[in-house]
């Protein structure tokens, strides 16, 4: 019987390479955030939306966590829709 396999997070584990997983990670951890910050301000979907500029299917999307629906271009422009600062970290892997 052979060892399972172990990865360093889900990501490594779906994607097929590096970049893709680090892709994948960035948008749900960006995703997480921003779904942080809209239920804070309680609002429904509807009103989200309009403030995001985005439309409602788009915010069920996004608090369903439904990563490959989005791209990071799309995540950074809805967070500053909110008023927020998007930072970019880079940590030696």
């Known amino acids: 019987m052979s060892k399972p396999e172990s990865y360093a997070s889900v990501w490594d584990a779906i994607a097929d390479t590096p970049e893709q997983a680090a892709n ?3 948008r749900a951890e960006l995703m997480q955030k921003i779904a942080a910050r809209l ?3 309680d ?3 509807d009103e989200a939306a309009r403030r995001c500029g985005v439309t409602q299917p788009r915010i069920n999307d996004l608090l ?3 990563v490959s629906r989005f791209s990071l271009d799309a995540l950074v422009n ?8 998007v930072r970019v970290d880079l940590d030696a892997a």
């Open 64 to 66: 369903r966590g439904r």
């Open 43 to 45: 609002w429904t979907q």
């Open 39 to 41: 239920k804070q301000h």
């Open 24 to 26: 994948l990670g960035a």
């Open 78 to 85: 809805i967070a500053t829709a909110l008023g927020c600062r």
